[in-house]
């Protein structure tokens, strides 16, 4: 069935460092990818969004960069920050649906 | 940003009794709701998509007469666990969808907690 998977399960940053959270999915036909953020005991947080129509997006301090001939996905965070520990998904939408199907995740462990 | 909240956040219920979830979009109407299960230290599983005044489209291996869910309206989508037993005791997110800027927008409840004794 398709999936949508992450490379690494957990990652730890030294704070003020850029962090990378990458994520594979398989639907090639999937439009639209959605990172999220979930902090313990809460539900997922929008940080931010790309078409399958673009190849970068950028928000504040968050890069999504897709490269779609690999079906590759990744978050870029930049100085990364203690109220960035969390643990990060990618979820894609498939082309002509409303589902939204998530990835493992990835905990994102900042140091001090 | 639109908010959608779910009640109750945490609920401990003995094995054999049902327990109700409810999502409400709180700012706007969603005509699609999602219900997802978070097992600890995984992802979210879609367990089935509701569309207001239609029956939910239940995903493969998801249990429809255990897990009810109805949407009545379009700002409240509710999921019944019936007959809880210690095994459905997980996360239950729910989201609600409506059109924005790009494809159309996802918002998140906060989840709930179930705990079956």
């Known amino acids: 069935g398709e999936s949508v998977g992450l490379h690494l399960p957990t990652l730890s940053v030294q704070e003020g460092d850029n962090s990378i959270i990458n994520c594979a999915y398989s639907?090639?036909?999937?439009?639209?990818f959605i990172w999220y953020k979930q902090e313990s005991g809460k539900g997922p947080q929008f940080i931010i969004d790309?078409?399958?129509?673009?190849d970068k997006r950028q928000g504040q301090r968050v890069t999504v960069l897709l490269n779609k001939t690999v079906k590759h996905l990744s978050l870029q965070i930049a100085a990364t920050q203690p109220g960035d520990s969390a643990v990060y998904f990618c979820?894609?939408?498939?082309?002509?649906?409303?589902?939204?199907?998530f990835g493992t995740g990835t905990r994102l462990k900042v140091l001090a | 940003g639109a908010v959608v909240s779910q009640h109750p956040s945490w609920v401990i219920c003995k094995s054999g009794t049902s327990v109700k979830i409810e999502c409400r979009s709180l700012?706007?109407?969603?005509?699609?709701m999602f219900w997802y299960r978070q097992f600890p230290k995984q992802s979210l599983m879609l367990m089935a998509t509701?569309?207001?005044?239609?029956?939910?489209?239940?995903e493969q291996g998801v249990e429809k007469d255990k897990f009810l869910i109805n949407h009545a309206s379009l700002t409240l989508s509710t999921l019944t666990v019936t007959s809880a037993h210690p095994e459905d005791s997980s996360f239950y997110i729910c989201?609600?969808?409506?059109?924005?800027?790009?494809?159309?927008?996802?918002?998140f409840g906060e989840g709930s907690r179930l705990t079956v004794l």
């Open positions: 989201s609600a969808w409506t059109s924005g800027e790009n494809t159309g927008e996802l918002f």
């Open positions: 639907n090639s036909a999937s439009d639209y």
């Open positions: 790309i078409r399958s129509n673009m």
């Open positions: 979820a894609e939408k498939g082309g002509g649906t409303y589902k939204y199907i």
């Open positions: 700012d706007f109407q969603a005509t699609t």
């Open positions: 509701s569309n207001e005044g239609s029956k939910a489209t239940y």
